[in-house]
């Protein structure tokens, strides 16, 4: 008999909201409480062209703006054949960023449209479940200084924020806002909490396609 899937689910959020801490502690959680999962996070740094990406994002290289983001996209479509793989196999996947990342980055830019950054990502395996961690400019940035990698300012961040809050109004996408200026434990309950229902829910119910 074919074990029940595992859920997709994956993190969005402002710089410096918990994204990759939320994660990894969501995975030790469901792996202490006997539910296989696994972290991921996009880009994926470490293939070909994960390495690009990597590159143009510590200024190491210029990339055209169409490219970069049609090479985020493709780092995520190269993934999918493992993604399914590990879902079928009743893996819970727990994503640190994926599509909705692209598309409120690259439309933040001068000359984008939403429906146009949304294209390359159309049926990409479809979350069960989108937790954006919400945190206001203020405190996020008590939280300390921005790195020194493209696209961290206030002001751009500032401009990803209102596209995020657009991409959230989209009803075909199982969106939760967390408020991640709570502890870090409160934090972790309320998306241990929803990831809970949505690996229920997914064992029910066959992976979807994204914006299909
Ligand atoms: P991170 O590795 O620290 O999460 O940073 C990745 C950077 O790349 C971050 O600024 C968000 C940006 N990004 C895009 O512009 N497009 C994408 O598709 C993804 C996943 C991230």
Not at 9 to 24: H, M, N, P, S, Y
Not at 133 to 154: D, K, V
Request: charged share 25%; proline share 5%.
């Amino acid at each position: 008999m074919a074990s029940k899937r595992g859920a997709l689910i994956v993190l969005e959020g402002v710089d410096r909201a918990g994204k990759t801490t939320q994660c990894k502690k969501l995975v030790q959680a469901l792996q202490a409480s006997g539910r296989p999962a696994e972290m991921m996070r996009f880009p994926d740094r470490t293939t070909t062209i994960g390495q690009l990406i990597s590159a143009y994002l510590e200024k190491k290289s210029d990339l055209e703006d169409h490219t970069v983001h049609l090479l985020f996209s493709a780092n995520r479509w190269e993934l999918v054949p493992l993604m399914k793989q590990q879902l079928d196999r009743g893996i819970t996947l727990v994503v640190d960023r994926y599509a909705f990342s692209g598309v409120a980055f690259t439309s933040a830019k001068p000359g984008f449209c939403m429906d146009w950054c949304m294209k390359p990502d159309v049926g990409l395996p479809k979350p069960d479940l989108v937790m954006f961690l919400q945190l206001n400019p203020a405190e996020a940035a008590l939280r300390g200084q921005f790195g020194s990698e493209r696209y961290e300012t206030s002001a751009f961040q500032k401009s990803v924020q209102q596209k995020f809050k657009q991409l959230m109004k989209d009803p075909s996408v199982n969106w939760k806002v967390i408020d991640a200026s709570k502890n870090v434990d409160d934090v972790h309950d309320d998306i241990k909490h929803h990831s809970l229902n949505a690996i229920s829910a997914a064992e029910n119910t066959p992976l979807g396609e994204l914006w299909k």
